[in-house]
């Protein structure tokens, strides 16, 4: 039972993670018609937008110590941040604080990127077959890996969550179950900022009139033009949206994984098994396939199971996406005449 | 158009011609060439391939390696300060480069994959006249790379590898390795677990799902039940799962009290990160601290878990905090050139490079079967590990091995591992039958 209720809210977390990648996959698939296989690389840039906030945080002051040297015979460095020579206590709660503070820094961020791509590369696909557009996606993720790896290395950066959530909570207490049902905080943090985030695009997208007319475009984006709207304009803001959610779904990773160049990569598959589950172009087949293909994947890896099915912890999200393609060929919730033209 | 024309007999006769045409010289050539060895030097230097991870999950390691071998290229031709030549036993090495050639070096990037490493030592032998392949970060590497050069005949001195596989079922004659194995950690670790964490223990396993993974579970199980553990479960994770959350949640309701995580690298970084967040080092279990192994430690990768190794136990080849006059003046020398101590992967890969030249100078030629059998049975001081044989039987390095702590006060970025103990080299020789494997033989002539 406590093993059922842990391996639950593991694929919750996941789920989340899965959830918030493929909903920005779906919106831009959506609204551009583009298969956009540069939006993993997207989720590690929003990680690496904490990982830099964090370095410049920690700019160290290097003072020579000359009465202490290292075993190569130099001066000892004495680092200290500036911040905190600086600002003392608040240098030190900024420092501390570093990843969800960044959030602030990414979005503006990840909406300039997410919006030079699309002006700058990804207009000039729209025409293009689909073979094209993923082409040219997975280059552009390949050259975006290889400059973050120039500059940051190849190694994971470990980012630290606040000292206050680094602890785990102990969910068993709180019902009254078994003191062996721990969890870690900030992965509570964490499943709870995903739900947040997929509230709010769905209240932009429903209840804006902004958002309605994106997906009045969603559905004919001609019409939506003859009306007089600049529809290229929205899905543009929209492509900046999309490349938001993904770099704030990196952001608050970095304490769960520590990010490196090649992150993105490794959300990217299972995020399109995701979307093309849960139904090409549907939102909330998007966000519904991302929990349950996590809660799967989290369930497939218990002792109990793998001890009958070896490996099928690896495998078991493509097996349940044949399974659902076999019965469901739209997917859970995807609707007529998506990418059957 | 019709001169263009072709019979079919004419088509016959012109390829038989023009097979012969190519063939012929080859065969001469062939023939003149299977009187030598490959790549023997015949102008006044000689070539070395430096074969390291320069792209992939072990570029940084792959770096250090690189840095490691120029600076011992420098050395061998009596530039900077000369580093462990002076320290080491065997005085054969002049700093006239090797045999009075000087060295020069080639590199390759193996991606951390065989097949790239493969073709990237093949295009060393092959186009750029390498006498020696070293290098590597991998055991898949190390392995594939291996079975290449004693095919063609080309020494390979290993870099960082830990698999028992490398000199134990895929050991090769042309192939040494200086860097300790998943079973000498278990040897080197097991009384040190024994000491400090008590002989009642249960013991839950994270594997890596690879060859070295499996070679290092089966090592550290066999020394641990060996102490009275019991091994509760060994679950074995795909390579790169990245969240181990849900292979880390069954573990706090497995009644286990000890962690192993048999991982490396970027496994490692995450699944030991993940454990503490998970609570498994604040933790008590059966009356006891709940506590985490990671048998194979490296300074680099150490970096990438930050604070979450304090206090963790687990092996490694060298750390350039020790003491004596040979690592003392290896890490002087290469701080000094590059500003940062040597990793353990910058050690053996140094190392290995003296070891190769030294051979080549005490054979008195290049010639594989001489270097080969200078190699083996060598005995030998100085270069950071104690007195070291290079065993003949499976051309595994047999030195001390260090237990290593996270230390939990460094006193500077680098100062990461903290050495418990120097396990001598007596309590981790093993007999190299248990392996199996065949060396193969010395006199190949493949170019």
Same mark, same amino acid.
């Given at each position: 039972?406590?093993?059922?209720?842990?391996?639950?809210?593991?694929?919750?977390?996941?789920?989340?993670?899965?959830?918030?990648?493929?909903?920005?996959?779906?919106?831009?698939?959506?609204?551009?018609?583009?298969?956009?296989?540069?939006?993993?690389?997207?989720?590690?840039?929003?990680?690496?937008?904490?990982?830099?906030?964090?370095?410049?945080?920690?700019?160290?002051?290097?003072?020579?110590?000359?009465?202490?040297?290292?075993?190569?015979?130099?001066?000892?460095?004495?680092?200290?941040?500036?911040?905190?020579?600086?600002?003392?206590?608040?240098?030190?709660?900024?420092?501390?604080?570093?990843?969800?503070?960044?959030?602030?820094?990414?979005?503006?961020?990840?909406?300039?990127?997410?919006?030079?791509?699309?002006?700058?590369?990804?207009?000039?696909?729209?025409?293009?077959?689909?073979?094209?557009?993923?082409?040219?996606?997975?280059?552009?993720?390949?050259?975006?890996?290889?400059?973050?790896?120039?500059?940051?290395?190849?190694?994971?950066?470990?980012?630290?969550?606040?000292?206050?959530?680094?602890?785990?909570?102990?969910?068993?207490?709180?019902?009254?179950?078994?003191?062996?049902?721990?969890?870690?905080?900030?992965?509570?943090?964490?499943?709870?900022?995903?739900?947040?985030?997929?509230?709010?695009?769905?209240?932009?997208?429903?209840?804006?009139?902004?958002?309605?007319?994106?997906?009045?475009?969603?559905?004919?984006?001609?019409?939506?033009?003859?009306?007089?709207?600049?529809?290229?304009?929205?899905?543009?803001?929209?492509?900046?949206?999309?490349?938001?959610?993904?770099?704030?779904?990196?952001?608050?990773?970095?304490?769960?994984?520590?990010?490196?160049?090649?992150?993105?990569?490794?959300?990217?598959?299972?995020?399109?098994?995701?979307?093309?589950?849960?139904?090409?172009?549907?939102?909330?087949?998007?966000?519904?396939?991302?929990?349950?293909?996590?809660?799967?994947?989290?369930?497939?890896?218990?002792?109990?199971?793998?001890?009958?099915?070896?490996?099928?912890?690896?495998?078991?999200?493509?097996?349940?996406?044949?399974?659902?393609?076999?019965?469901?060929?739209?997917?859970?919730?995807?609707?007529?005449?998506?990418?059957?033209? | 158009?019709?001169?263009?024309?072709?019979?079919?007999?004419?088509?016959?006769?012109?390829?038989?011609?023009?097979?012969?045409?190519?063939?012929?010289?080859?065969?001469?050539?062939?023939?003149?060439?299977?009187?030598?060895?490959?790549?023997?030097?015949?102008?006044?230097?000689?070539?070395?391939? /430096? &074969?390291?991870? *320069? $792209? +992939?999950?072990?570029?940084?390691?792959?770096?250090? %390696?690189?840095?490691?071998?120029?600076?011992?290229?420098?050395?061998?031709?009596?530039?900077?300060?000369?580093?462990?030549?002076?320290?080491?036993?065997?005085?054969?090495?002049?700093?006239?480069?090797?045999?009075?050639?000087?060295?020069?070096?080639?590199?390759?990037?193996?991606?951390?994959?065989?097949?790239?490493?493969?073709?990237?030592?093949?295009?060393?032998?092959?186009?750029?006249?390498?006498?020696?392949?070293?290098?590597?970060?991998?055991?898949?590497?190390?392995?594939?790379?291996?079975?290449?050069?004693?095919?063609?005949?080309?020494?390979?001195?290993?870099?960082?590898?830990?698999?028992?596989?490398?000199?134990?079922?895929?050991?090769?004659?042309?192939?040494?390795?200086?860097? /300790? &194995?998943?079973? *000498? $950690? +278990?040897?080197?670790?097991?009384?040190?677990?024994? %000491?400090?964490?008590?002989?009642?223990?249960?013991?839950?396993?994270?594997?890596?799902?690879?060859?070295?993974?499996?070679?290092?579970?089966?090592?550290?199980?066999?020394?641990?039940?060996?102490?009275?553990?019991?091994?509760?479960?060994?679950?074995?994770?795909?390579?790169?799962?990245?969240?181990?959350?849900?292979?880390?949640?069954?573990?706090?309701?497995?009644?286990?009290?000890?962690?192993?995580?048999?991982?490396?690298?970027?496994?490692?970084?995450?699944?030991?990160?993940?454990?503490?967040?998970?609570?498994?080092?604040?933790?008590?279990?059966?009356?006891?601290?709940?506590?985490?192994?990671?048998?194979?430690?490296?300074?680099?990768?150490?970096?990438?878990?930050?604070?979450?190794?304090?206090?963790?136990?687990?092996?490694?080849?060298?750390?350039?905090?020790?003491?004596?006059?040979?690592?003392?003046?290896?890490?002087?020398?290469?701080?000094?050139?590059?500003?940062?101590?040597?990793?353990?992967?910058?050690?053996?890969?140094?190392?290995?490079?003296?070891?190769?030249?030294?051979?080549?100078?005490?054979?008195?030629?290049?010639?594989?079967?001489?270097?080969?059998?200078?190699?083996?049975?060598?005995?030998?001081?100085?270069?950071?590990?104690?007195?070291?044989?290079?065993?003949?039987?499976?051309?595994?390095?047999?030195?001390?091995?260090?237990?290593?702590?996270?230390?939990?006060?460094?006193?500077?970025?680098?100062?990461?591992?903290?050495?418990?103990?120097?396990?001598?080299?007596?309590?981790?020789?093993?007999?190299?039958?248990?392996?199996?494997?065949?060396?193969?033989?010395?006199?190949?002539?493949?170019?």
């Amino acid at each position: 039972m406590d093993a059922i209720l842990l391996q639950f809210l593991n694929g919750l977390d996941k789920g989340g993670a899965y959830a918030l990648i493929a909903l920005g996959l779906t919106l831009v698939f959506g609204t551009l018609g583009v298969v956009n296989f540069a939006h993993g690389a997207l989720f590690m840039l929003g990680a690496f937008c904490a990982v830099t906030f964090n370095k410049l945080l920690n700019l160290e002051q290097v003072v020579l110590d000359e009465t202490q040297k290292t075993a190569w015979g130099s001066a000892l460095e004495i680092r200290t941040p500036y911040v905190e020579t600086l600002f003392g206590d608040f240098g030190h709660f900024l420092i501390d604080y570093s990843v969800p503070i960044s959030i602030l820094i990414t979005i503006p961020v990840m909406l300039l990127i997410g919006i030079a791509m699309e002006r700058g590369l990804i207009k000039y696909f729209y025409k293009r077959p689909h073979a094209d557009q993923i082409l040219v996606t997975f280059g552009l993720a390949i050259v975006i890996q290889e400059i973050v790896k120039h500059y940051f290395g190849a190694n994971p950066i470990p980012q630290s969550a606040p000292e206050i959530v680094a602890g785990s909570a102990n969910i068993g207490a709180w019902f009254g179950l078994s003191d062996n049902i721990v969890y870690p905080w900030w992965r509570l943090v964490y499943f709870g900022f995903s739900a947040f985030i997929i509230a709010a695009v769905f209240s932009f997208l429903q209840f804006t009139t902004y958002g309605m007319v994106v997906r009045a475009g969603m559905r004919d984006s001609e019409t939506v033009g003859l009306l007089g709207i600049n529809i290229q304009r929205r899905f543009t803001v929209v492509f900046g949206l999309a490349a938001v959610v993904a770099g704030l779904a990196g952001v608050m990773y970095t304490p769960i994984l520590p990010p490196d160049y090649h992150m993105g990569m490794d959300f990217l598959v299972l995020s399109f098994v995701v979307v093309v589950v849960g139904g090409m172009g549907s939102l909330p087949g998007a966000v519904l396939a991302g929990f349950l293909l996590g809660i799967l994947q989290s369930f497939a890896s218990m002792n109990e199971i793998t001890s009958i099915f070896p490996g099928i912890d690896q495998i078991i999200i493509y097996l349940v996406a044949v399974v659902i393609l076999l019965t469901m060929p739209r997917g859970l919730l995807g609707r007529e005449g998506v990418m059957e033209e | 158009m019709s001169k263009l024309f072709m019979t079919r007999r004419g088509l016959l006769k012109a390829g038989a011609a023009s097979g012969v045409a190519l063939a012929a010289p080859m065969s001469f050539v062939r023939g003149a060439y299977a009187e030598e060895f490959c790549n023997l030097p015949t102008g006044s230097s000689v070539t070395l391939g /430096f &074969n390291v991870p *320069q $792209s +992939g999950p072990y570029a940084d390691e792959g770096a250090d %390696e690189l840095r490691a071998y120029q600076l011992a290229v420098k050395h061998l031709n009596g530039e900077g300060d000369g580093g462990m030549l002076s320290t080491f036993s065997s005085k054969a090495l002049k700093g006239n480069g090797i045999l009075g050639k000087k060295v020069e070096y080639v590199t390759g990037d193996t991606q951390t994959k065989s097949d790239a490493a493969r073709a990237s030592a093949k295009r060393m032998i092959e186009k750029d006249g390498a006498i020696m392949i070293t290098g590597g970060s991998s055991s898949g590497v190390a392995v594939a790379v291996q079975g290449l050069c004693q095919e063609t005949g080309i020494i390979f001195m290993a870099g960082l590898t830990h698999s028992n596989d490398t000199t134990g079922k895929d050991k090769k004659r042309f192939g040494f390795r200086h860097f /300790f &194995n998943a079973y *000498q $950690s +278990g040897l080197a670790l097991g009384p040190i677990l024994a %000491e400090q964490l008590g002989k009642e223990r249960r013991a839950y396993h994270l594997t890596a799902d690879y060859n070295w993974g499996w070679t290092q579970e089966e090592s550290i199980k066999n020394t641990t039940e060996g102490l009275g553990w019991q091994t509760v479960n060994a679950v074995r994770t795909p390579l790169g799962a990245g969240d181990f959350s849900q292979y880390l949640t069954p573990v706090l309701n497995s009644g286990a009290d000890v962690l192993v995580l048999n991982h490396y690298g970027k496994d490692m970084v995450n699944s030991l990160t993940q454990a503490v967040q998970f609570g498994m080092r604040a933790k008590q279990v059966n009356g006891k601290d709940f506590e985490v192994v990671v048998p194979l430690f490296s300074r680099l990768m150490a970096q990438g878990a930050g604070e979450n190794i304090k206090g963790i136990l687990g092996t490694t080849n060298w750390n350039w905090s020790l003491k004596d006059d040979a690592s003392a003046t290896f890490v002087k020398s290469f701080g000094q050139e590059y500003g940062a101590p040597p990793s353990q992967a910058a050690q053996t890969c140094y190392v290995q490079t003296l070891l190769y030249a030294d051979a080549v100078e005490r054979a008195g030629t290049f010639a594989p079967p001489e270097v080969i059998a200078a190699l083996e049975g060598f005995e030998f001081d100085g270069l950071g590990n104690g007195k070291t044989l290079y065993r003949a039987a499976d051309h595994q390095c047999m030195k001390d091995v260090l237990v290593v702590r996270g230390n939990a006060n460094p006193t500077s970025q680098f100062d990461l591992l903290e050495v418990v103990k120097i396990v001598p080299r007596e309590e981790v020789t093993y007999d190299p039958s248990i392996f199996g494997g065949d060396l193969g033989p010395a006199d190949v002539k493949a170019c």
